[in-house]
């Protein structure tokens, strides 16, 4: 059967709410018959979780920390979008939709763009309401500031750490329903299986982080909310537990994965500066805003910056793309940044950092202006790199940050698999070929406060839910497998760490599957990822039982589940023979290397179907239809 | 890049059962440009070539924001650097041949899991209690009706900055949660959205606090000193005020 994404009928400014009066209702007296499982407390899960309550049902959730309060989410820095037009520049719902779908480059489905730009002004009541700091100005009022892809002041803001204060937020109303019963939480539990009985999701196998049980737990929905796979590449900006494996079980179950290799790179990172290094830490994009991104003109200029005088240094984003300058969007800014040091004009030891410059604001604005609006972003770099960036110029580089990439969903936001649902950064739904800075946040609780409590409950109105035990074939046999995979990587017994692999593995990618990208290199990372996996298999070292906590063991199975969807990865970015936003080919350029998408063959989203172990996935196309928008070449010059 | 050596006593505990002990292990030479959970890493892949159990402890942003980490390290809840996290605490601040101590978060309300680890869902169970503005979605007023001082909105986020880190717990020689629990009060009460539901939420807050196990503050303001994100005792102040306005509001 071909993929129906079920987009609504009628104008696009009117399909949420058409689609929303005709979804079916369930009863309020009969929602506490519905337990539905959450996988995921970040913005997406939490939020999720806690409106489901709200309205009702029985809800788990589930997540790796010790507390849902600190899933990745509580990382965000710079923002969240919404179009209140509160600047009065000539915002709307449209053209935050506009800016959503060509900073995507066109890759993204229209109908759920442009319903994201709809409920952003909702989120931000919402959040607001609850508690959540934001920026003011001094009349009270709620303050904005600027991101890339943007032209218009729509940003809100809590210092840098408008992740974290959204979280809180959408925590607190998880743990009120904590408090009614409403919604037991499971944390230290990591999903290891998906159960499907005749056709429909209907449960989860968990593992016990602390006692390394396998639990099993029945419902009659699961909502995936486990992030993004950024970590594949070992180095990314995403915590250290974040991963594929909740969706890549639900992939081998029959959920089908839509766009892969779509993988931002941010611009604005700390560099690598060793091997030993665990992560890389992001410096918001908010940065962008003010800092001006420059190197020497001269390759292998090695004065300190202060000695370079400004006709010696080349602001190269201001002057290729005076329109945006450094508000670019993140694709085009890496790309720039990795152009220069290829050219040999980067700076550091390394020479694969670029400067990030804050003289000239402090200069303008003073140092107390400058300071309240990135103060602690200063100190972070500060106390990571021991420079302070008021001072000297801050070093940044490109580095795996989000994954466009994730479970394919309608417009529901149903996966393939009937009774599925995939929210946040794990689905693929808004953000085409590259995100808009602050928009994941939005996506996130639109998802989860806003989307799916309407159209789980139009699908469980309809729906044929037979009683199931836990006992049944179905889930003895997924706890059979989890147990098996656990058991053999246990029982591997070689010579090289689970660390060693992951790194390995992100080297593998990163120079073959990264920013820039062409078939030779490809081909060849689809020949060594299956060698790579096989010594993993044969030569992987894990100390310890599965009885007790054992994070080597968590890592292992991580990393061997990265090990299997590098594959589809790199085999998405493949038969993509073309650039769009960040999937950069190197064959696919304009003269003046930007991406140069092809839409006649290109204009769909790639859809992989799991066909078994050792088989070739298939893939099938969801065509993108535009209405509304004219699909153009990006131009930010 | 300097290249250090250091020794380090571990706290080794295979769970909450069975008796711990410090343990010795030689790091070999590091580069000081480390951060001192990479360092943690490197130990632990020698460690695991070694056939020897690697050290568990709790980590997962490691830029000082989700609030997993933490450990005792020389008598300092994050170790010695004022205003940080274990996660963003760096080797540059350690000499060659120096001798590192690192023991769990120790409180009654915390229980040792394993190693470094402790099991801090006593502060989810505070924030449960109350800590929360109850407003359902889809209920809420614009944005911008309720307009809110920049001052006050700036000293609710102080407070809102918190990570939940539980050092503040571990440094306080009573085990008290009274900054933990302040500044999540604060944040609420400071903010007119806050205002309906104070009187409950700091008793309701308060009551869970005790029953979870947590000491009494005794204003010795060592919570203050070991929090990563300096949050300040006055915001203890303002919970104290909270609880003595709700005692006094007797019916609402
Ligand atoms: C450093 C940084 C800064 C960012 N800044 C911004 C910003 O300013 N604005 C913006 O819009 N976006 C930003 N982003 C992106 C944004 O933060 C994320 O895309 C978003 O928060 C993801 O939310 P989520 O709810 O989908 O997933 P997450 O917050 O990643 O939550 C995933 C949840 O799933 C759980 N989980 C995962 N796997 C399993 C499993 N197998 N079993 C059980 N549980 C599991 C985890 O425990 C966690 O609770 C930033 C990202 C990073 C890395
Ligand atoms: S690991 Fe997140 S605060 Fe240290």
């Known amino acids: 059967m071909p993929l129906d994404p079920k987009i609504p009928k009628g104008p696009l400014a009117t399909k949420w709410d058409t689609h929303r009066f005709h979804c079916r209702l369930v009863s309020p007296a009969n929602r506490r018959k519905y337990e ?52 009065n520049d000539g915002d709307s ?102 159960v499907v009985i005749d056709g429909r999701a209907r449960g989860i196998i968990t593992r016990n982080l602390i006692t390394g049980e396998f639990e099993t737990h029945a419902a009659h929905a699961v909502v995936l909310a486990t992030g993004g796979y950024g970590n594949i590449y070992c180095l990314s900006t995403n915590a250290m537990a974040s991963n594929a494996s909740a969706i890549w079980r639900a992939y081998k179950r029959g959920a089908a994965l839509a766009n892969p290799s779509f993988v931002q790179i941010h611009p604005t990172c700390i560099p690598v500066h ?87 604001p402090i200069l303008r604005q003073g140092q107390e202006a400058v300071e309240r609006k990135y103060g602690n972003l200063f100190q972070m770099y500060e106390k990571i790199t021991g420079q302070d960036p008021r001072r000297t110029p801050m070093m940044i580089y490109p580095a795996v940050h989000y994954t466009m990439g994730g479970l394919w969903v309608d ?12 929210l946040g950064e794990a689905n693929f739904s808004d953000h085409g070929a590259n995100r808009l800075g602050a928009s994941a946040l939005m996506q996130g609780l639109a998802d989860g406060y806003f989307i799916v409590p309407i159209t789980i409950g139009d699908e469980l109105a309809q729906a044929d839910l037979p009683e199931i ?104 970015a493949l038969t993509r023979e073309e650039s769009c936003g960040c999937h950069f080919r190197s064959e696919y350029q304009t003269d003046d290397h930007e991406a140069l998408r092809n839409d006649r063959d290109f204009n769909h989203v790639s859809v992989w179907h799991f066909n078994g172990e050792g088989v070739e996935p298939t893939l099938e196309k969801e065509p993108l239809l535009y209405d509304s928008v004219e699909p153009s070449q990006r131009s930010y010059k | 890049m300097q290249s250090i050596n250091l020794t380090l006593e571990v706290w080794r505990q295979k769970s909450r059962n069975e008796p711990g002990r410090f343990v010795t292990y030689q790091t070999g030479p590091v580069s000081s440009d480390l951060s001192f959970l990479e360092m943690l890493d490197i130990v632990n892949e020698q460690l695991i070539l070694a056939d020897d159990e690697p050290i568990v402890f709790d980590h997962d942003c490691r830029e000082g924001i989700c609030g997993m980490c933490g450990a005792v390290v020389n008598g300092h809840a994050h170790g010695p650097e004022a205003a940080t996290t274990l996660c963003q605490l760096h080797l540059r601040h350690f000499k060659d041949g120096d001798t590192i101590v690192i023991e769990p978060f120790r409180a009654r309300a915390f229980p040792l899991i394993k190693d470094l680890v402790v099991d801090r869902s006593a502060f989810d169970n505070i924030i449960a209690a109350g800590g929360y503005i109850s407003v359902n979605t889809g209920s809420a007023p614009e944005a911008n009706s309720i307009p809110i001082p920049m001052p006050t909105a700036e000293q609710a986020l102080d407070a809102a900055e918190c990570i939940g880190c539980g050092a503040c717990v571990a440094a306080c020689p009573n085990a008290a949660a009274m900054l933990f629990t302040g500044a999540r009060i604060s944040h609420l009460a400071l903010l007119p959205q806050g205002h309906p539901e104070r009187t409950l939420r700091a008793r309701a807050m308060l009551n869970k606090m005790d029953s979870e196990g947590f000491g009494n503050c005794r204003n010795e303001r060592d919570c203050e000193l070991a929090c990563p994100k300096s949050i300040s005792i006055r915001n203890i102040a303002r919970f104290n005020r909270e609880v003595i306005r709700a005692l006094i509001r007797a019916d609402d």
């Open chain 1, 411 to 422: 417009y529901n936001l149903m996966t393939t698999t009937p009774g599925l649902y995939a």
């Open chain 1, 36 to 87: 539905i499982i959450v996988v995921g407390a970040g913005l997406a899960g939490a939020s999720a979780s806690a409106t489901l309550a709200e309205l009702g049902y029985r809800v788990k959730t589930f997540c790796l920390q010790d507390s849902p309060r600190r899933a990745h989410s509580i990382a965000a820095q710079g923002g969240i979008n919404a179009a209140k037009n509160y600047r």
């Open chain 1, 274 to 360: 060793g091997e030993a290094q665990s992560k890389l830490t992001l410096m918001s994009e908010s940065l962008r805003n003010d800092g001006r991104v420059w190197v020497p003109r001269k390759p292998g200029d090695s004065r300190p910056p202060s000695e370079i005088p400004t006709e010696d240094r080349d602001y190269f984003l201001e002057t290729q793309y005076p329109a945006f300058g450094n508000l670019v969007p993140r694709d085009v800014a890496s790309r720039n940044a990795k152009q220069q040091c290829d050219a040999g004009k980067g700076v550091g030891d390394t020479g694969r950092a670029v400067y990030l410059d804050f003289h000239d």
């Open chain 1, 93 to 194: 719902i449209h053209r935050l939709f506009y800016d959503t779908i060509k900073g995507g480059d066109f890759r993204a489905r229209e109908a759920n763009v442009y319903r994201l730009a709809q409920i952003s002004n909702q989120i931000i009541d919402h959040c607001v309401a609850q508690g959540v700091p934001f920026a003011r100005e001094y009349g009270g009022l709620l303050a904005n500031r600027s991101f890339g892809g943007a032209q218009v002041s729509r940003t809100f803001y809590a210092r840098g750490q408008t992740g974290q204060q959204l979280l809180l937020g959408a925590y607190g109303a998880l743990m009120r329903q904590v408090n009614t019963g409403s919604v037991t939480i499971m944390p230290r539990r990591e999903m290891m299986d998906l």
């Open chain 1, 469 to 572: 035990s836990t006992d049944s074939p179905e889930f003895n046999a997924a706890v059979a497998a989890s147990t098996s995979r656990q058991e053999q990587l246990l029982g591997i017994k070689g010579n090289r760490t689970v660390l060693d692999f992951h790194r390995q593995l992100g080297h593998l990618l990163w120079e073959n599957c990264g920013m820039a990208k062409n078939a030779a290199d490809l081909q060849n990372a689809l020949a060594m990822i299956p060698e790579l996996r096989d010594e993993f298999h044969r030569n992987l070292k894990v100390p310890g039982t599965g009885q007790d906590l054992n994070q080597q063991l968590e890592r292992a199975g991580r990393v061997a589940d990265f090990l299997e969807f590098a594959e589809v990865m790199v085999r998405d």
